[in-house]
């Protein structure tokens, strides 16, 4: 199988080198691996920041693609934050630069950024998903430079009481995962929930169902890794949950175009 989202030192919270990756995956019989590093343009933390060098990034992805040719399929991917306010400026990042895929996710809520539960700060965790949400359905109607949306319901991983009802928010739910099959995208099954302590991978079954209904086919397997200890996790009951949801295939990137890979 192939892991798409998987983060080394290009990314601020993770020290793993790409090449530390690249035994793992092979021994845990990989076929392939994106690296995602991460690209969060005005985060809303002093302390984080998240750039990537591309010229650096791009020169060691050929390196290594080179080194380990015949053994282990190498893409390049960026994991991209995407916020209403600099939809702008995210487009322009993508002007001189190419990647095999790009994965689109919401990591702030109003501004403010999930992972320090800062976007609960004087609301109730209803408002605040509201905000997660309504980002997201803004994002995905005028930001087109992305390939699937990641981890659409991780919102879940930081409210306080540790639960998330999907249900009480089918209504936005549905109207990101319609935009997203009008506009030939797709979704990613994130297999890190359970990392976080969820009973679920992202998204929870009942979300990737309801996107089979409305015509999604395109969904990418990633584990979100950030220690090459994680690559592939819970790839095997992914598959599953995908087939139960009705779907037959998973999808891969190669120069920024989809490809089916029977389950």
């Given at each position: 199988m192939f892991d798409y989202h998987v983060h080394t030192h290009y990314s601020n919270d993770c020290t793993f080198d790409m090449e530390s990756y690249i035994l793992p995956a092979i021994e845990k019989g990989l076929k392939g691996i994106c690296f995602t590093d991460h690209v969060d343009i005005e985060y809303p933390s002093a302390s984080i920041e998240f750039e990537l060098d591309y010229s650096k990034y791009t020169r060691e992805i050929k390196r290594l693609k080179d080194r380990y040719n015949g053994k282990l399929e190498i893409f390049t991917g960026i994991e991209f934050g995407m916020q209403p306010h600099i939809l702008e400026t995210d487009t322009a990042f993508f002007q001189d630069k190419s990647f095999d895929y790009i994965l689109g996710s919401i990591h702030t809520a109003d501004r403010k950024e999930l992972y320090g539960g800062d976007f609960l700060a004087g609301k109730s965790e209803h408002n605040s998903i509201l905000d997660y949400f309504n980002d997201m359905i803004f994002c995905v109607n005028h930001f087109k430079s992305y390939h699937n949306l990641?981890?659409?319901?991780?919102?879940?991983?930081?409210?306080?009481s540790g639960s998330f009802e999907a249900s009480k928010y089918m209504e936005y739910i549905e109207e990101v995962l319609r935009?997203?099959?009008q506009n030939g995208k797709g979704i990613e099954l994130n297999t890190s929930g359970k990392r976080y302590a969820l009973p679920y991978f992202h998204p929870e079954p009942s979300i990737i169902k309801l996107y089979k209904q409305l015509g999604g086919e395109i969904v990418t397997l990633g584990s979100d890794s950030h220690s090459p200890s994680t690559?592939?996790?819970?790839?095997?009951?992914?598959?599953?949950?995908?087939?139960?949801?009705?779907?037959k295939y998973y999808t891969i990137y190669k120069g920024g175009k989809p490809e089916f890979i029977k389950l």
């Open positions: 990641g981890h659409l319901d991780a919102v879940s991983r930081y409210i306080n935009t997203i099959v690559l592939g996790y819970g790839f095997d009951e992914a598959a599953e949950i995908l087939q139960h949801c009705g779907l």
